[in-house]
């Protein structure tokens, strides 16, 4: 005779390392030549408003919905400041997996990717070129302590398609 306990599914309680990580969106990256265009439909039409920013040696703005900084604007003398000129960096997405895991799964496929590091904070930021040129930023707790594979100055912000 079979018991009602044969019948149900055996499940096992996944490990902490067995569990997916979980992903949730971070931001846009835009490069701007002026940032009238932005502001008119961010923080005009959108309701965005500007906030913290780190230390970056570059300049921009961030800015946000809320808590979240949404929206990570740019300044880039090369595009035209008298059209407003914009361009489309990145999209961002952060998760609590360590940038060590990140960093050895991608070093497991055929993908490009380079790391560098948020000034005056814990966070690694991974990018990710997908082909095509599509750029993935994961934003991720640096546990890895090693250098940058691309580092922030004046004239040179988060990693672009041709950076890789």
């Given at each position: 005779m079979i018991t009602h306990s044969l019948l149900q599914p055996q499940v096992q309680a996944a490990t902490i390392d067995d569990a997916p990580p979980v992903w949730r969106f971070?931001?846009?990256s835009v490069s701007m030549g002026a940032d009238h265009a932005l502001r008119t439909l961010f923080e005009g039409v959108m309701g965005l408003e500007t906030g913290f920013r780190p230390p970056f040696p570059f300049s921009g703005r961030w800015l946000y919905e809320g808590e979240q900084a949404v929206v990570h604007a740019i300044?880039?003398?090369s595009l035209s400041a008298e059209a407003g000129a914009l361009?489309?960096?990145?999209?961002a997405f952060a998760s609590t997996q360590s940038a060590s895991k990140v960093i050895t799964q991608l070093q497991r496929t055929a993908l490009q990717f380079k790391v560098a590091r948020i000034p005056a904070d814990?966070?690694?930021q991974i990018f990710v070129q997908l082909p095509g040129g599509f750029v993935v930023e994961l934003d991720v707790p640096d546990d890895t302590g090693g250098p940058a594979s691309?580092?922030?100055s004046a004239t040179q912000g988060a990693p672009a398609a041709g950076d890789f």
């Open positions: 971070d931001h846009v300044d880039d003398a361009r489309f960096n990145h999209v814990n966070i690694a691309h580092v922030y």
